[in-house]
């Protein structure tokens, strides 16, 4: 069953179709329906500490819907033929009934959930109702609204552990979501013992789909991440939750003096850099220096050629012009700026929860920009560094990780540290 979930988050509006009943014992009662119906257009951007983009859900051929009246206790299954949902089965009632449509099923198991943002539409509640009483002989027209809501967990550091459990205000572990044809919605099923959402190890960004409407509190393992209000999380919508901060400040000793210093982190998993450079220029020897002997103290270091891997590049031939350098986004974009009248580069974080942070290398006076990485190069006597060289035009001419720098000799390359843990 596949769902089509992208990051431009919308519920656009779809014709969706059939809905039917469970089996009645009159013998005149015709089998067969189509049903007819609409994911309602809401405004789906929410958030608790942040949001972007957008998304749209959609159904797919062969996506199945449970559709069940109160004339019956059984759920009829219909299927999308590209068009509307259709079952073979469905039977019609005799007597006019209050009909209810329900995606993916009538029961939604919300354990252990991949993660993956491709899947949340496997789990993606969905639910409503025909508009007043019907045999179903005309088929069925139902408007379906979501039911749930989804958290996007970004996961900072590379050594997170994630074990999202979720409880209701009653102190319960939610586990699923079953069909009630009575309030055309979902009751949320709970468990007296720990029932983990999501379990996964590592950085990134993860998805979950939780119940809307229902005050829930938000746990990584045992740690509280958020608890919201009484009116629960709003159906439709995501929200953004991270295991860490990703911008913040720590002590650098420098000349024996502690200076604050504010740090960015472009991507999950990646380094925290400084937002400024070391005040001079630095040897690979002070480079390199461990511990209290850095320039900055024991809190930081030089990034390692790992570390300074923003983006990919590539050298194309330009006719007239000899080559160019084109980059593309890998941990994050870049672009050539100005700023405070220095030409350097800006680069702009990619991933969900990072799009709003953004990190500055200022080239020198000549628009040439090198700096130390802590990683020895593959020939003998060298160091690697980042460099780059930005035109008076703007025009981004050099643009070399792993550039091989004497690191034998006192030459002095600038410096971008990073947090040391």
Partial sequence: MKKILYSVFMLATMVLAACSSD???????????????????????????????????????????????????????????????????????????????????????????????????????????????????????????????????????????????????????????????????????????????????????????????????VYNGTKLMKTTKDAGLTAGKYYTLYTGDREGDEYATINGVEIKKHWVQLWAGGPKFATENVAKTLNWSEATAKGSDYEWGANWRTPTKEEMNFVNYNYIYHDGFGYIVVVDPLNTKVEVQVQDGVRGLLYTGIQPGYTDKTLFLPADSKGNGVYWTSTLSEVKGYGTSLDFNIEESSTLRLYHLSGQTYAATNTKYLVRPVLAK
Avoid: H
Avoid at 66 to 85: A, L
Avoid at 98 to 126: H, M
């Fill in 23 to 217: 089996d009645t014992t009159e013998p005149v009662v015709k089998r067969g329906m189509v049903l007819k119906a609409n994911v309602e257009d809401t405004d789906t951007r929410a958030t608790l500490t942040d949001t972007e983009g957008k998304w749209k859900f959609a159904f797919a051929k062969n996506d199945m819907v449970k559709v069940g009246n109160n004339k019956v206790e059984s759920y009829y299954t219909f299927k999308n033929n590209g068009t509307v949902f259709e079952s073979t089965d469905a039977k019609q009632t005799a007597e006019a009934a209050n009909w209810c449509a329900f995606f993916p099923g009538e029961t939604i198991d919300l354990r252990n959930q991949s993660g993956n943002f491709a899947d949340v539409a496997n789990k993606y509640a969905l639910a409503g109702a025909t508009a007043s009483a019907t045999t179903g002989s005309d088929g069925l027209t139902v408007t379906m609204k979501a039911k749930a809501a989804v958290l996007r967990i970004v996961g900072v550091n590379k050594d997170d552990i994630l074990d999202i459990n979720v409880k209701t205000a009653d102190g319960k572990y939610v586990s699923g979501l079953t069909a009630d044809k009575k309030s055309a919605g979902f009751k949320v099923d709970k468990s007296d013992t720990k029932v983990s959402l999501l379990s996964k190890q590592g950085a990134g960004v993860y998805y979950v789909v939780v119940p809307a409407g229902e005050k829930l509190s």
